[in-house]
């Protein structure tokens, strides 16, 4: 989070300068507005929203997912709302609707909250280039790792594969018979 004091130094002005030019209140040179805009663009400041200008209770985290209904989404969102309000934080929720196009926007909104971490999953492996610099701690979600977000948290499906493919072939398993009403099958992995 970029506070007003690196705006300040950035732009080598007084707190109360960057202070006055961010809020529109009082007077500054031309010459000091553009430096101080200047500077708070470069750092990627982002004014606090009415919400959490008021003072929001207790931290947030942002949350971005394809899609809400989709079952292994609302199943880590459930993880992640009860990890997180265990922990006395709160869950701020988006979707891109698998659309690459709208995760930047999605991001973005996140972000005017100003949320003290982001759990991201990506449809598209180039939005994480086109994100701001300037944000809280991150983590993937079901995306592999990149150079700009080495956290991340995944399934590895591939290598899944293998081993239930690996596992059926070690017991040369032919398929099972019809479950019987009232018996369960068995579990031989």
Same mark, same amino acid.
């Given at each position: 989070m970029v506070t007003l004091q690196q705006?300040?130094?950035?732009?080598?002005?007084?707190?109360?300068?960057?202070?006055?030019?961010?809020?529109?209140?009082?007077?500054?040179?031309d010459?000091?507005?553009?430096?101080?805009?200047?500077?708070?663009?470069?750092?990627?400041?982002?004014p606090r929203s009415p919400a959490s200008a008021?003072?929001? +209770?207790?931290?947030?985290?942002g949350v971005l997912v394809p899609s809400v209904p989709n079952p292994v989404f609302a199943a880590s969102?459930?993880?992640?709302?009860?990890?997180?309000?265990?922990?006395?934080?709160?869950?701020?929720?988006a979707q891109s609707n698998y659309d690459p196009?709208?995760?930047?926007?999605?991001?973005?909104a996140l972000l005017e909250q100003r949320?003290?971490?982001?759990?991201?999953?990506?449809? +598209?492996?180039?939005? &994480?280039?086109a994100l701001s610099a300037a944000l809280p701690p991150t983590v993937l979600l079901n995306n592999r790792p990149v150079a700009r977000f080495p956290a991340a948290v995944t399934v590895d499906n591939h290598r899944a594969g293998y081993e239930i493919t690996r596992?059926?072939?070690?017991?040369?398993? &032919?398929?099972?018979?019809?479950?019987?009403?009232?018996?369960?099958?068995?579990s031989f992995c």
């Open positions: 705006i300040a130094f950035h732009a080598g002005c007084s707190l109360a300068t960057v202070s006055r030019v961010l809020k529109g209140e009082g007077t500054a040179s010459e000091m507005v553009r430096r101080v805009r200047r500077a708070a663009a470069e750092l990627g400041y982002r008021g003072g929001r +209770n207790r931290p947030v985290v969102l459930a993880g992640i709302q009860h990890r997180l309000q265990a922990a006395k934080h709160g869950v701020l929720i196009g709208s995760e930047t926007a999605a991001v973005a949320p003290t971490g982001l759990i991201l999953t990506l449809c +598209n492996a180039e939005t &994480s280039q596992c059926i072939l070690q017991h040369r398993h &032919s398929p099972l018979p019809e479950p019987v009403e009232g018996r369960s099958t068995r």
